[in-house]
């Protein structure tokens, strides 16, 4: 297998504005290159939303049979290439294997062969308006803010695909008192305060007390029992993990309209760092590179500044360095997490060459990553 196939994604939004599938973007030299690396990572395929695949400027051809197809996957099929022979040949043969077809780059002129029934059409919505009865449900993409995903939802579309709402978020504001009491935990778990003392804090607030122990008990977590309360996952988990975990409902306290997102993209860009961090640094240093990719969103999250959100926290150095001035040993792995969010596989590759990280090794800690913070219910 070639060793240059990368994998990087965007998030396709609701109405709602919640993640309710996942795109992903392989760079391959070959059709036959990604299909191999596709197989490779059965094993840690995100299974809750649906997934896309586009072969991005590959044309897809026959070999894309070859590839053992989880059942949410859906191939995508660019309207440039929809007329080759090769691409008319495959088309029919997926429909035959059950696997679900989406059409890119719709126009209203394009010509479809018959008989297909698309599940998904994306169009470029910085350069056409959205086209009248478009042959499944209408995701718009290259929208530049979250302003312009509410324009695009009231033009009709769907759903949207990309990284918008990233942009359009003021972030100039202090802590909100929601925001603040769960701080306050974190600060009391970070200096081991008596667990009496955390309860107090908890039961102050039932809501965030229900929301911790949810997330203790995902299926992310992989625990063979369930906590019952926060007594019992001190005694379970310890306070290291469940700063962590702490650090996880901080990053999910937001009720702004395009939290949901926001969450799931913070806990995967953790989750990823822990995953990828694993052979360079001591077990024990895990859960901060974690808490270290999800804390890189919380200027977006929590409306506050950066500087401000972290002053009212006692992190450790390595997590402030990489947040608040991209250097220290942590931040070439938030740098490689944040590359994963894009279409530039050149820069995703040069960033894991030099921590010595395989391709293979990057694409399967994405994937992992992003199956972790899909389990999560951010609701």
């Known amino acids: 297998m070639s060793n240059t196939v990368l994998i990087t994604r965007e998030p396709v939004i609701n109405k709602q504005h919640k993640i309710t599938a996942n795109r ?154 929601s925001h603040a009491q769960i701080v306050r935990l974190l600060n009391l778990v970070r200096r081991n305060a008596e667990v009496k003392e955390i309860e107090t804090v908890l039961k102050q607030d039932v809501a965030l007390s229900y929301k911790l122990l949810r997330y203790i008990n995902s299926a992310g977590f992989g625990l063979m029992c369930e906590i019952q309360s926060f007594r019992h996952a001190v005694t379970i988990l310890g306070y290291e993990k469940l700063n962590k975990w702490l650090s996880v409902l901080l990053v999910s306290a937001s009720r702004d309209p395009s939290a949901p997102a926001l969450m799931q993209t913070a806990i995967a860009r953790g989750r990823f760092m822990e995953k990828i961090g694993a052979a360079f640094f001591d077990k024990s240093e895990l859960d901060n590179l974690f808490i270290t990719g999800a804390f890189s969103m919380l200027h977006l999250l929590l409306g506050a500044s950066l500087q401000s959100a972290l002053e009212e926290m006692h992190l450790p150095a390595p997590i402030a360095d990489a947040l608040l001035g991209g250097e220290g040993v942590y931040a070439p792995f938030l740098k490689l997490a944040r590359a994963l969010e894009g279409f530039d596989d050149k820069d995703l590759a040069a960033l894991a060459k030099e921590l010595h990280i395989s391709p293979e090794q990057v694409n399967r800690a994405h994937l992992e990553a992003l199956a972790f913070a899909d389990s999560l219910q951010f609701s």
């Open 24 to 177: 992903l973007i392989v760079h391959a030299t070959t059709v036959a290159d990604a299909v191999q690396a596709l197989d490779g990572l059965a094993d840690v395929w995100p299974a809750t939303h649906p997934v896309f695949i586009s072969l991005y400027r590959l044309v897809p051809t026959p070999d894309l049979l070859d590839w053992i197809a989880p059942a949410n996957a859906m191939v995508e099929i660019p309207t440039q290439s929809i007329a080759h022979p090769l691409t008319l040949a495959l088309i029919p043969q997926l429909q035959a294997t059950g696997v679900s077809l989406n059409l890119t780059w719709y126009q209203n002129d394009t010509i479809l062969p018959p008989n297909v029934p698309w599940r998904f059409v994306i169009i470029d919505a910085k350069r056409h308006s959205l086209p009248p009865n478009p042959p499944g449900l209408s995701i718009a993409w290259g929208l530049n803010d979250v302003p312009d995903f509410r324009n695009a939802i009231l033009e009709g579309y769907d759903g949207a695909s990309g990284w918008f709402f990233l942009r359009g978020v003021k972030s100039d504001g202090k802590l909100a008192p």
